[in-house]
């Protein structure tokens, strides 16, 4: 009875289920070219440059492997609803390349889409490459991931800022980074107006190393930028050092305000 029941159950479902095994099986080579591409692209650079992945290698092959990966989840996905009836029109529109086109173009200016195509453009032109230190609408960090929809920017404070790519391709942005690893970096710190001038000469003195400036000026407080130049790398860490180091200086002449920012 019970081997009855299954047999006409899948007898009345084959569709569903050949439908179910197909697109299972477009996931799994998805990843596995994924898998393929990443290694062979690591294999193939080494033997060409003996050396590690460049950022705009790095970058391109992120966006080369995803888009190859959604290409073909998407004609396993055509091929899945072709095994279906009532949508094998569907499925035969899907998989025709002149209609996906067409509605990439259609639609390229509507939310995802238009991510994806500015995605496959930041590729393309690279203004920016995973590793660059960027500033975009007043936010700086580094480019930690750029995918087909949405670019990663890590801040200093280590949090993350998720951009969609239609909006940082669409408007201006600063890139640090993008004729070297050296970055101009600065760490502030605030004195009271009686001491600015004593306080900026002790610094100069005690920080030759480093640059240091007059910044804001309020009728409370007065900024002291403290300026150097490092590497992307280690500008996070730099700033923090040379912040702390200008407050315990302050700190023992007696000339700290309270630090902000």
Partial sequence: MIQ???????????DLIHAAIIFATALVVAKLVDLVVTRNGKRV????????????????????????????V????????????????LANTLLASSAVLGIAVGLAARGPLANGVAGLMLAT????????VVEWDGNRGR?????????????????RLVVPNEAIASGPLENYTIAGDEVDADASVWVTPPHGAEALKLLREKMED???????????????KVCFKTTAHDE??????ARERAIVLLDGADMLEAPVG
């Fill in 236 to 241: 996070v860490k730099r700033r923090i050092a």
């Fill in 4 to 14: 009855a029941a299954e047999k006409s159950f899948f007898e009345s479902n084959t």
């Fill in 45 to 72: 650079t080494g033997r060409l440059s003996r050396d590690e992945l460049s950022q705009a290698t790095v970058t391109r092959l992120r966006l080369v492997r995803r888009l190859v990966a959604t290409a073909i």
């Fill in 125 to 132: 032109v690279q203004p920016f490459r995973i590793g660059d």
């Fill in 210 to 224: 480093m640059t240091v400036q007059f910044g804001e000026c309020a009728h409370d407080r007065i900024e002291l």
């Fill in 143 to 159: 480019v930690e991931d750029i995918t087909l929809t949405y670019t990663f920017i890590r801040l200093p404070s280590g949090h």
């Fill in 74 to 89: 998407l004609v396993g996905l055509g091929l899945a609803l072709a095994q279906i009836d009532q949508l094998r029109p």
